[in-house]
DNA sequence: TTCCGGCAGC
DNA sequence: GCTGCGGGAA
């Protein structure tokens, strides 16, 4: 079986228990934005007290966060943790925003994946998976998400070798996969539920959709995994 | 007490 | 490579 098919498989798996998630969970693109950013290795029940309390102030459009100072700003995230660094990167994001885009969600989706990427990549305290959120989920652009916990899926299940970086997972679902937005959206979507629910740090084999791991969780080389980058 | 939908600085 | 950032829920 080739490496499609054990993708799609725990795809088909996943979407069975799980069925429609509809991500990502937001009033609109800019929403997500945000949201991207504060969820950096934060619980999201807490993310969403923070994104509540921007709302609840009428905060949550790009020229509103644009003009609140700091400092306040921080103490308005407050639940979602690492206030002070979260308030520096919103700022930094929404200056950004307001400065390329004009604070348009359309204007940004407008342009090409990979400069989009990079341009993103440019803006301090957003990474690769901040960055493909954006591009994903408010962008709707057809770029795979990866994260912890497909990282941690992936290698007790053996597709990846423990070695594994961020870009390297990406790349084996979008050289196996077509680009579809909608198909990459779900599939993150079941990875980070499966991911809450069963591949916890401890794992719950048992009841997990994917079944019980090999004995032995040390992985394997893969082959297949499509070698080249599917972009660039 | 652990863990969370990362990232940057060193 | 290793560390700081951090409140909230399990």
């Not at 079986?1 to 693109?29: C, I, K, T």
């Not at 994001?93 to 990079?118: D, H, N």
């Not at 998400?145 to 990282?151: F, H, L």
Request: glycine share 8%; hydrophobic share 45%; proline share 7%.
């Amino acid at each position: 079986m080739g490496v499609s098919e054990d993708l799609l498989h725990l795809y088909d798996r996943m979407n069975a228990r799980f069925g429609d998630l509809h991500w990502w969970p937001a009033d609109g693109p800019f929403e997500v934005m945000v949201g991207a950013i504060l969820t950096q290795n934060t619980a999201w029940t807490n993310v969403e007290k923070a994104i509540a309390a921007l709302k609840q102030r009428r905060l949550l459009t790009p020229l509103a966060l644009s003009r609140t100072d700091e400092a306040t700003l921080a103490g308005i995230i407050r639940p979602s943790g690492y206030y002070n660094v979260k308030a520096k990167r919103l700022n930094a994001f929404v200056r950004f925003f307001l400065a390329e885009y004009g604070g348009s969600a359309e204007a940004m989706s407008a342009g090409e994946i990979l400069p989009l990427r990079e341009k993103l990549l440019g803006v301090p305290g957003v990474g690769p998976e901040t960055a493909d959120s954006i591009l994903l989920f408010a962008c709707r652009k057809p770029v795979f998400v990866s994260d912890a916990y497909t990282r941690r899926i992936l290698l007790r299940h053996r597709l990846i070798p423990a070695d594994a970086d961020y870009h390297r997972i990406q790349n084996l679902f979008m050289a196996n996969l077509p680009p579809d937005a909608a198909l990459f959206n779900q599939f993150h979507a079941l990875l980070v539920q499966t991911g809450k629910t069963f591949c916890r740090k401890t794992p719950q084999c048992a009841p997990c959709p994917l079944g019980t791991l090999p004995k032995d969780e040390g992985a394997v080389p893969l082959a297949g995994d499509g070698g080249g980058r599917p972009w660039s």
